[in-house]
Antibody
Framework: QVQLVESGGGVVQPGRSLRLSCAASGFTFSSYGMHWVRQAPGKGLEWVAVISYDGGKKFSTDSVTGRFTISRDNSKSTLYLQMNSLRAEDTAVYYC??????????????WGQGTLVTVSS | DIVMTQSPDSLAVSLGERATINCKSSQSVLYNSNKKNYLAWYQQKPGQPPKLIFYWASTRESGVPDRFSGSGSGTDFTLTISSLQAEDVAVYYCQQYYSTPRLTFGGGTKVEIK
């Protein structure tokens, strides 16, 4: 069955960097678009970024564009989120999620358990 | 971006009673060429990640009980739980994928037992 396991979260000071990983299994990773979605404590869901099946298309929400970079390694079935210049408002649980399709965004069929990122001095 | 607005923010329903959640989009998510509404619903139980329950507004995901139904078209959508069970306590989110790649979610509706 589909499994998505995030890692890399933790406590980081404002302005520093962190890289999240999401290890995928149970499906042909290289055939699907993948997303990062975050959820601030006690808040709703916020879409962060998407990458197409081959990494050829990448998009992100305005608040992270220029600071966060989504990437993937299909040989390792792993999704990444490089987060630079972190701010307090980036504090959230970060979920990776599998798209229904191969391109740049439809509905999200499977989600990981999430990894908590806390930005605090 | 398309703004998704859910109502109510929360509701308490007695076991066995009907729960109705509304979702309104700031512009139509109905794609005229295929007559499909680009809307999904998710269920998030406490301490768990979200789970897909509907896509194309009314197509139930495999394994979702048939007491759940999705309806609506254009800008107005409804998620209905016909007979609330204890395991349905959760926050429910709608999400549009019409303006892909910029996906947007509603603010969520918390369903509790009265």
């Amino acid at each position: 069955q589909v499994q998505l396991v995030e890692s890399g979260g933790g406590v980081v000071q404002p302005g520093r960097s962190l890289r999240l990983s999401c290890a995928a299994s149970g499906f042909t990773f290289s055939s699907y678009g993948m997303h990062w979605v975050r959820q601030a404590p006690g808040k709703g869901l916020e879409w962060v970024a998407v990458i197409s099946y081959d990494g050829g298309k990448k998009f992100s929400t305005d608040s992270v564009t220029g600071r966060f970079t989504i990437s993937r390694d299909n040989s390792k079935s792993t999704l990444y989120l490089q987060m630079n210049s972190l701010r307090a408002e980036d504090t959230a649980v970060y979920y990776c999620a599998k798209d229904f399709g191969y391109d740049s965004g439809t509905y999200l069929t499977h989600w990981g358990q999430g990894t908590l990122v806390t930005v605090s001095s | 971006d398309i703004v998704m607005t859910q109502s109510p923010d929360s509701l308490a329903v007695s076991l066995g009673e009907r729960a109705t959640i509304n979702c309104k989009s700031s512009q139509s998510v109905l794609y005229n060429s295929n007559k499909k509404n680009y809307l999904a619903w998710y269920q998030q139980k406490p301490g768990q990640p979200p789970k897909l329950i509907f896509y194309w507004a009314s197509t139930r995901e495999s394994g979702v009980p048939d007491r759940f139904s999705g309806s609506g078209s254009g800008t107005d959508f409804t998620l209905t739980i016909s007979s609330l069970q204890a395991e349905d306590v959760a926050v429910y989110y709608c999400q549009q994928y019409y303006s892909t790649p910029r996906l947007t979610f509603g603010g969520g509706t918390k369903v509790e037992i009265k």
